[in-house]
């Protein structure tokens, strides 16, 4: 039943306007002045009000352009109800918001008919409204997915990337290591084999003791096992460094599983380290890494290492555009207490709480910080304060969606403009089932 709103001073037509809508099924409220018909709109919300122009203290005028400011209101059909008939008064009432005229004396017939027409456009607004706001929320949802899916692409084709160079790093390394002991066997019987030689010989032929001298066999001697000693070492670290790139790619590692995500972090920082230093000792960045006693982790661990990936990335660049000369990044790690943590979720996807439920995750710099407008929409797809073809806005909004949204955890951001960002990630120790 629609309801509807007679505000008229006078006390017949009041009465007469009220019997004729309720005898078409409406509910109708009715109200004196205009005072009280506010009030009435207010508590009733009604589709569509009739009013009359000329009230004493405040006109039809003035309540529809009242009503029309107030939003939970302005969607109501109104229909002045009036004596006038000048085009300067039907202007007048049209700028005030209304969206119909009803003359006086009021014809049953003509009412019935500009309330049937008034109600129609209500409907049509509401149904117009509810499709605008569905709408919207489909072009959200699309963004949203049209973002993670190409940063999941993106993620996935760095990951192979990664993973196959790992890979092919991994198999020449191998060889060169197992065969370094070998080697180093090898050179020490040939030493061992010219000393021999040496000490049995009575005296050395003029062309032999040229030869020692050219090759500085004295030299030689002591400075092969240290190269050979700097070449252990070496393919020690590339190892290290590729177990390193499958770490971060963790390609074997699609289901959730409990893991070490300072590995995830250093990680990380092994990818990014090229543009932690700038070469000449000027300028590099210095991180500072304040990692507390955590246990292993049940997440998603590739994408954990996503995360961490784009918040980094994005320290970097502003430090890069920072000109105070030392800069830093800080990571601290710390068991967190879970509270209010999935406030945003079903309490269904919500951890089993306990003493301490979840781990913290601080990054923060001393780079260039953020203005409030840009901190507002830091995780809005697509957004990004980089030039144009030099970012995305993807990192960010997908590092959103993987710390709340798969993780049931909070990804938080503080900062202000010339004194640094820090974000704080909060994901539970154990996922729900």
């Known amino acids: 039943m629609s309801k509807i709103l007679v505000i008229e001073d006078d006390g017949a037509t009041r009465l007469l306007l009220k019997r004729d809508l309720q005898l078409e099924g409406y509910e109708v409220t009715v109200a004196k002045d205009g005072l009280q018909g506010l009030q009435s ?101 699309l963004r949203q997915t049209q973002a993670q899916l190409i940063h999941s692409e993106k993620m996935s084709s760095l990951g192979s990337m990664v993973a196959g160079i790992a890979h092919e790093i991994n198999n020449p390394v191998n060889f060169i290591s197992a065969n370094l002991t070998y080697i180093q066997e090898y050179v020490y019987d040939l030493i061992n084999f010219a000393d021999l030689s040496l000490k049995e ?127 830093w990044i800080s990571i601290r790690t710390e068991m967190g207490r879970g509270q209010d943590m999935c406030s945003h979720l079903p309490s269904a996807q919500c951890p089993v709480p306990s003493a301490q439920s979840s781990v913290v995750i601080r990054i923060a710099d001393n780079g260039i910080g953020m203005t409030p407008a840009v901190k507002s929409r830091i995780f809005d797809p697509f957004f990004t304060t980089k030039p144009v073809g030099s970012g995305k806005g993807l990192g960010l909004s997908v590092s959103y969606q993987i710390v709340v949204g798969q993780h049931g955890g909070q990804l938080l951001c503080f900062s202000e403009p010339g004194l640094g960002a820090e974000f704080v990630i909060e994901i539970p120790l154990r996922q729900s089932r």
């Open 41 to 141: 709109a207010s508590k009733i919300q009604p589709a569509l009000i009739v009013c009359d122009w000329v009230m004493p203290e405040m006109d039809g005028v003035e309540v529809c352009r009242l009503v029309k400011a107030d939003p939970q209101l302005a969607r109501a059909f109104f229909i002045l109800l009036t004596s006038k008939g000048t085009v300067a008064d039907r202007v007048a009432g049209l700028d005030a918001g209304a969206d119909d005229f009803l003359s006086k004396p009021v014809d049953p017939l003509e009412l019935q008919a500009r309330v049937r027409a008034g109600l129609r456009v209500f409907k049509y607004q509401q149904e117009l409204s509810r499709s605008n706001q569905q709408l919207s929320q489909a072009l959200h949802d």
């Open 201 to 327: 010989s009575d005296s050395l032929s003029p062309q032999l003791q040229a030869a020692a001298e050219d090759i500085n066999l004295d030299f030689l001697r002591q400075d092969f096992p240290k190269i050979l000693n700097s070449m252990r070492v070496g393919t020690e670290r590339i190892r290290q460094i590729v177990l390193s790139l499958r770490n971060f790619s963790r390609l074997d590692e699609a289901e959730r599983k409990r893991v070490n995500l300072h590995e995830g972090i250093d990680s990380t920082l092994l990818l990014l380290q090229h543009r932690l230093t700038a070469g000449d000792g000027e300028g590099d960045i210095e991180v500072i890494k304040e990692y507390g006693n955590l246990p292993p982790v049940e997440c998603f661990a590739g994408q954990m290492n996503q995360v961490f990936l784009s918040i980094l990335s994005n320290a970097i660049d502003a430090l890069k555009a920072s000109p105070n000369p030392d800069k």
